[in-house]
């Protein structure tokens, strides 16, 4: 598709697409409030309706509905919902392209309320009823619904949270918050931690939840009792789709990728499995079963014997990389077991993608002069197959259960061939890393919701188990020198495989890697609330406690190639990638193999965190309002590993106590201001603290834990002082405007740094301490107030959606710490984050348009020493285009543009040392382009009334 029309004519035809198409609406809408005329509160589930029609639609859980495609006309609306009279307003006009607005009240028809159960649904993945969440909030909170979502045409929840304000994505998997970096986040799957399924990092991959299976994402940016104490940028809420009231629903979605630079071109590959295409090829690419350690007892045959049990698996194979694949089935029912009615989602999805970049990358040394210069020709399939299955009950007295389960399966291969040069341009060196990465994420909630003593209590409880794996078997690298060709003889450049001495291990450079990392996380979250009369007020009383436990085991063994002592032709080291270490070189004339048992290679780890709270939320004033109390935490996190020969053995205990309090000012019903002040933490990972190191072959560093270095010296639980401020305005139902100002003092923040050793390595440390203070501004906003001005009706159906933060931050190192910046931004802190788009849906909803814009500004990604400059990741402007039409009632049409200008990835180093990041002065580390992304996809829905009782 990139031949058939260049960037700029892909956007001159978008948006001639999108002109043309504004204004033809031949249809208007209808749009209102319906509330409680005693108490003023929204009726949910009441039916509005249009007489002598089958127009009809349910109101929200803020009273509030919207009728589309409506044909111009007067009508009278009938309003009806249980326990309540019925209601008919005469003589409303409707005009085509436009919105009539009706906003009325029922009263309670008292001869009913004795005879029926009412049983209501809080609808929560619609625009209204998220901002509507967002609004009764007592933190400070931003989020995004499903329905924005099918707007964006976003695949995963990795790609709708860079929507929310303040929030960015890295590696287009991990989350970043008011520019913090993904340590300071935390992630929360229906209200228990998720299961991460990194082992070198604290984050949730956000990648692996689809997102047709969505239905809402918020995130709280204060502290507040009842939340956890482990964020200081955000706390992300992720909740999967839940069925709806009365609804029985098929959503089938399959869409077709190309990838500027990648589909249609060569790929390269590896030998792969029978398997490969569902994700679950890791099981066939690990060690034979009871594969021996290989020490010095083991004779040279008993070796040769061993070493040939392992397949070769190091030739390279080319194909073509073919276009995407992206598959999603939900289907929303109610069920009858035993008498039961249970609403039940069921969800399959499963996508298959590829891509190729050709990554320029550089070392250099401590004065910036260039050692290597390094061109990296990386091709990676990716396989993800997941499922969810959701059930609810709700009983005769009105409580609910819920019983919950994602799973997920990602695989991916991934093939690096990586060229070195010198200065002058010759090759000097040849690399190759081959491997396949296998994660399986399952998390599983028991959840239920209870009401006593006329509604005045109530209790919501959670009790959770997740698992996550990743499996890295026969992760392969293997390098050669490169001899240039003789001038004089014109023979080809010669290769020679660099190994080392008979009977010593470099896994770097000649060696296969085998690694496996399992988790399980044990989780119980319970809270209750009780409602009392303090004087005339009505104050809430609300306790709680949250149980983890997390227990995990990483263990990896690595073994290496060498040349035997015995070897006489030395020729053997100038055989291919695909050759090398083929059965019948692996003899006392060749190569032997020897496994690496001094390193540290494996380590268990647990951590148990309890923790219980106390908060009152008092009506200080029936305009003031005040939620406050303290949390306490008890956190044990133990490691068990070994280092140079002798046990280690980390057993840490902490205990903080967490105060908060979150007052809110409500000028009026549709303006506010917040203001609050809350403790967090910051938790070192296993990973971080570990006593174990790998080498990265991407950025070409070693990575240490920390008690690697520093046996005798754990990294210290960073503490965060969090003020907010925020007024809010919210013009009408689905519009908001937020201003707001944040501060953040840390103490003992733990960052990723450069450390000095022979080579250039990374770990972690806690620096003294430091601060994040930003501006943050959030718009939604319908722009049909510019059709008076204008004299037009083009922008009736025209959404803007506009958030930026502005951010400033600094570390202080203290006199022991050495570097050459001392003024630094804090470790992962971007400076900026702007979000914006234009949503454009006609009235009958039969077209749908976006145009998305996002940049962030220069975060750091390694933190520097005095001898080499901090790693900075360059701002990049990305802006994606969609459109949908809807052929029919069940079929639509969606096409959509990613990452439209294509600009490179690019990690800068400052070693001029003028603390200015351009890209013209300043050295590149490493820099590529993903490409254009270009999607083509089909939906189709089938809805209908389900006939059996209506289920939350």
Not at 427 to 440: D, E, I, L, W
């Amino acid at each position: 598709m990139g031949n058939i029309c260049s960037k700029k004519a892909c956007l001159a035809l978008f948006f001639t697409v999108f002109t043309l198409t504004v204004g033809f609406a031949q249809n208007g809408s209808l749009k209102g409030t319906i509330k409680d005329a005693t108490t003023q509160e929204g009726v949910i589930g009441g039916t509005v309706r249009l007489e002598g029609t089958t127009l009809a639609e349910q109101t929200n859980v803020d009273g509030s509905f919207i009728l589309s495609n409506v044909p111009a006309g007067t009508y009278t609306v009938i309003i009806t919902s249980v326990s309540y009279k019925n209601r008919e307003i005469p003589q409303v006009e409707v005009k085509a392209g436009q919105t009539a607005t009706v906003n009325s009240t029922l009263e309670e028809d008292t001869k009913q309320l004795g005879e029926v159960v009412v049983r209501g649904v809080r609808r929560t993945n619609t625009e209204v009823s998220v901002i509507s969440e967002i609004r009764e909030a007592t933190q400070v909170v931003s989020g995004i619904s499903s329905e924005q979502i099918v707007k964006t045409q976003d695949r995963d929840a990795a790609e709708v949270v860079r929507r929310i304000p303040g929030v960015t994505i890295v590696d287009n998997r991990f989350i970043q918050v008011r520019g913090l970096s993904e340590r300071y986040n935390s992630v929360w799957l229906n209200d228990v931690t998720a299961p991460s399924s990194e082992t070198d990092k604290k984050s949730f991959s956000f990648d692996i939840v689809p997102s047709a299976l969505l239905d809402r994402v918020l995130v709280f940016k204060d502290p507040s009792p009842e939340l956890p104490g482990d964020f200081a940028g955000g706390l992300v809420k992720v909740y999967l789709r839940k069925p709806v009231l009365n609804e029985r629903l098929l959503t089938v979605n399959y869409s077709g990728g190309y990838r500027n630079g990648t589909t249609g071109n060569t790929f390269f590959t590896d030998k792969g499995s029978n398997t490969d295409w569902l994700g679950f090829g890791a099981w066939q690419r690990e060690l034979p079963g009871g594969f021996p350690v290989l020490g010095s007892a083991y004779q040279q045959y008993e070796r040769d014997f061993y070493a040939k049990q392992l397949d070769n698996t190091f030739p390279i194979f080319k194909t073509q990389a073919m276009p995407d694949v992206r598959f999603n089935a939900s289907y929303l029912d109610q069920i009858n077991i035993g008498g039961l009615e249970i609403g039940s989602i069921s969800s399959l999805n499963y996508t298959n993608t590829f891509t190729r970049y050709s990554i320029d990358r550089n070392v250099y040394d401590a004065s910036g002069e260039r050692t290597d210069r390094l061109r990296d020709d990386q091709s990676t399939n990716n396989i993800r197959l997941g499922a969810v299955q959701n059930f609810s009950l709700m009983l005769d007295n009105g409580d609910k259960l819920e019983f919950r389960n994602l799973f997920n399966q990602f695989g991916r291969n991934q093939l690096t061939t990586r060229d070195g040069y010198d200065n002058e341009g010759t090759q000097v060196r040849k690399s190759y890393a081959m491997g396949y990465q296998g994660r399986t994420t399952y998390t599983g909630q028991l959840a239920g919701t209870h009401s006593f003593n006329d509604e005045k209590t109530s209790l919501e409880w959670v009790g959770g188990y997740g698992y996550s794996s990743r499996n890295e078997p026969d992760l392969r690298r293997v390098a050669y020198s490169v001899q240039p060709a003789g001038a004089a003889d014109g023979k080809a450049p010669t290769e020679t495989v660099l190994t080392p001495a008979a009977g010593q291990v470099d896994v770097n450079n000649a060696g296969r890697l085998f690694q496996k990392l399992n988790e399980d996380i044990y989780t119980i979250n319970a809270n209750g609330k009780h409602k009392l009369m303090l004087g005339e007020r009505e104050v809430e009383l609300g306790a709680g406690t949250y149980l983890e436990y997390r227990k995990r085991n990483f263990e990896a063994r690595a073994f290496g190639y060498s040349l035997n002592s015995t070897a006489t032709d030395q020729t053997i080291r100038n055989q291919n990638i695909g050759n090398i270490f083929a059965p019948q070189n692996i003899a006392p004339g060749g190569f032997r193999l020897d496994e690496d048992i001094n390193s540290t290679y494996q380590y268990g780890a647990s951590n148990e965190l309890e923790a219980g709270y106390l908060s009152l939320n008092i009506p200080v004033t029936p305009k003031i309002k005040l939620l406050t109390g303290a949390r306490f935490e008890r956190n044990v996190q133990k490691i068990e590993t070994g280092l140079n020969g002798q046990p280690v053995n980390q057993n840490y205990t902490t205990n903080f106590l967490l105060p908060s309090a979150n007052l809110s000012y409500n000028f009026s019903e549709t303006s506010l201001v917040r203001t609050s002040y809350g403790r967090s933490l910051n938790r070192p990972e296993f990973r971080e603290s570990a006593p174990f190191f790998y080498y990265d072959f991407d950025f070409n560093v070693l990575n240490y834990g920390s008690l690697y270095l520093n046996p005798e010296s754990p990294l210290k639980v960073a503490t965060i002082d969090n003020v907010d401020l925020r007024y809010e305005f919210y013009p009408s139902d689905g519009e908001l405007i937020h201003v707001g100002g944040f501060y953040k003092n840390f103490r003992n923040p733990i960052e990723n740094v450069v450390v000095a050793t022979s080579n250039l390595a990374y770990s972690f440390a806690n620096a003294p301490s430091a601060y994040a203070y930003g501006l943050e501004l959030d718009i939604k906003k319908n722009l049909n107030f510019l059709d008076e001005a204008f004299n037009t009706e083009a922008f009736t159906n025209l959404t803007a959606v506009f958030n930026a933060s502005l951010i400033k931050s600094e570390v202080k190192l203290g006199p022991d710490v050495v570097a050459w910046d001392r003024n630094r931004a804090l470790q992962g802190q971007s400076p900026y984050v702007v979000n914006t788009g234009l949503y454009y849906q006609t009235s009958d909803n039969t077209w749908q348009m976006a145009a998305l814009y996002n940049v962030f500004g220069p975060r750091i990604l390694f933190a520097g020493s005095d001898q080499y400059p901090d790693v900075v990741e360059m701002p990049r402007h990305t802006v994606d285009l969609t459109l949908t039409k809807a052929i029919s009632k069940n079929w639509a049409f969606n096409v959509g543009i990613q990452d439209v200008f294509n600009q490179r990835v690019n990690l800068l180093q400052d070693f001029n040392r003028d603390k200015k990041y351009e890209v013209d002065t300043d050295p590149s580390l490493s820099s590529y382009r993903r490409g254009t992304y270009y999607t083509v996809g089909l939906r189709f829905n089938l809805d209908g009334k389900a006939t059996r009782t209506p289920l939350p």
